[in-house]
């Protein structure tokens, strides 16, 4: 019995300064790299981030919504019809089809189609009840087991459905 116990001792001793690695030969390998407004960043405050399964960083800022490639930046924003309803972006979120919705604070939602780069508003009617709840979206969620069906938060509107 006495040398069980010693030789779990020696076990929990030996753990204990261990050190531990979840991938050996990487620990110093991690790199940051800054980016703002000098790199072509629409704006310095960030409000929402994504990486999508192109491997794209998307940025939604105070002005814009901002693409990066790990080169550059494109910047998508409000000029007209097709284009991103508001500048001010507060959510992101890439879809099962590969589709980006993005929440604006006053413009609600829309959604960016990668093949043809046109944006399609969807905002808040008062006269539809299957609009969205308000124009400031917060948050995004595509329902696992049903894909294509949405959940949009919204500021001072609660959760909307929408398909």
Same mark, same amino acid.
């Given at each position: 019995?006495?040398?069980?116990?010693f030789l779990l001792w020696f076990i929990r001793a030996g753990l204990a300064? %261990?050190?531990?690695? %979840?991938?050996?030969?990487?620990?110093?390998?991690?790199?940051?790299?800054?980016?703002?407004?000098?790199?072509?960043?629409? $704006?310095?405050?960030?409000? %929402?981030?994504?990486? /999508?399964?192109?491997?794209?960083?998307?940025? #939604?800022? =105070?002005? +814009?919504?901002n693409r990066f490639d790990g080169y550059r930046f494109t910047f998508f #924003?409000?000029? +007209?019809? +097709?284009?991103?309803?508001? $500048?001010?972006?507060?959510?992101?979120?890439?879809?099962?089809?590969?589709?980006?919705?993005?929440?604006?604070?006053?413009?609600?939602? $829309?959604?960016? /189609?990668? !093949?043809?780069?046109?944006?399609? =508003?969807?905002?808040?009617?008062? !006269? $539809?009840?299957?609009?969205?709840? %308000?124009?400031?979206?917060?948050?995004?969620?595509?329902?696992?087991?049903?894909?294509?069906?949405?959940?949009?938060?919204?500021? #001072?509107?609660?959760?909307?459905?929408?398909?």
């Open positions: 019995m006495k040398n069980i116990v300064t %261990a050190s531990l690695h %979840a991938q050996p030969g990487v620990e110093n390998s991690i790199k940051f790299e800054h980016l703002s407004v000098d790199d072509g960043l629409s $704006n310095s405050f960030v409000w %929402a981030m994504l990486q /999508d399964s192109r491997g794209f960083m998307w940025f #939604g800022t =105070a002005h +814009g919504l #924003g409000h000029q +007209g019809p +097709g284009t991103l309803s508001d $500048n001010s972006v507060r959510a992101l979120f890439e879809d099962h089809a590969g589709k980006i919705w993005v929440g604006t604070r006053d413009g609600g939602l $829309n959604k960016f /189609d990668p !093949d043809t780069q046109a944006f399609t =508003a969807y905002q808040h009617d008062p !006269d $539809n009840a299957n609009s969205l709840s %308000a124009n400031y979206v917060r948050a995004i969620y595509e329902s696992p087991t049903e894909p294509g069906i949405f959940w949009i938060g919204t500021y #001072g509107g609660g959760w909307t459905g929408l398909m």
